[in-house]
C-alpha cells in the first residue's frame, strides 16, 4: 500500500507543477524511478561485480541502490566510494545502505518494500548457502518470493 501511496502522491505533485506551467518537473516527477539492488557482503567484490552492475544499470536505464551487508573495512569504503562516484558523474541515482548482518530474507523484504527495484545483483549464490555442486544444485524456497530478477555477477567456482 505504502508503494502505491507514495506513486499517487508523486502523480498529485506532478499534476500541481503541470498545472502552474512547470513541465519539465512534472516530468520528472512521474518519471518512473528504476534501480538495480546491488548487494554486496563486503565492499570489495570480484571485479566481475562492478563491471556485471554497469552493465545492467546502463541495458535498463537505471540506477542502483548498494546494499553492503558486512561491517566496514578501510579499504572497502574506497571501492564503493569510488563506484558511487562514477555512478553520479554518469547522471545516474545511487543510494548506500549500510545493513551488517543482513540476511536475505531481510535483503527480499527490502526489495519487496522499496519501488522501483528492476533487479537484484548479487556476486555468488554459494554466499548465500546455496551448494557449489551443479547436481544438487535447486532453486531455493526464498527464490519463489522474488520480486524481480536475481542476476549473479560471477560464475560459481
Known amino acids: 500500500m505504502g508503494v502505491q501511496s507514495g506513486m499517487l502522491d508523486r502523480f498529485w505533485s506532478a ?11 512534472a516530468r520528472e ?5 528504476r534501480d538495480i539492488l546491488l548487494v554486496l557482503q563486503s565492499g570489495e ?5 562492478w563491471v556485471t552492475a554497469r552493465a545492467m544499470m ?22 564503493v566510494r569510488r563506484f558511487q562516484e562514477e555512478v553520479v558523474r554518469q547522471g545516474r541515482q545511487v543510494r548506500l545502505l549500510h545493513r551488517p548482518g543482513i540476511t536475505w530474507h531481510g535483503v ?11 533487479c537484484i545483483l548479487v556476486e555468488s549464490l554459494e554466499k548465500w548457502g546455496l551448494s557449489k555442486d551443479s547436481e544438487k544444485r535447486r532453486p531455493p524456497i526464498w527464490s519463489r518470493r522474488l520480486p524481480c530478477p536475481l542476476v549473479v ?3 560459481s567456482g
Open 29 to 33: 516527477l512521474v518519471r518512473e524511478v
Open 15 to 25: 499534476t500541481a507543477f503541470a498545472e502552474s506551467g512547470e513541465f519539465e518537473t
Open 108 to 118: 527480499l523484504a527490502h526489495a519487496n518494500a522499496v519501488s522501483g527495484i528492476v
Open 45 to 49: 567484490p570480484a571485479s566481475g561485480v
Open 153 to 155: 555477477a560471477t560464475p
Open 58 to 79: 546502463e541495458r535498463l536505464d537505471a540506477g542502483v541502490e548498494i546494499l553492503v551487508t558486512a561491517p566496514w573495512e578501510g579499504g572497502e569504503v574506497q571501492e
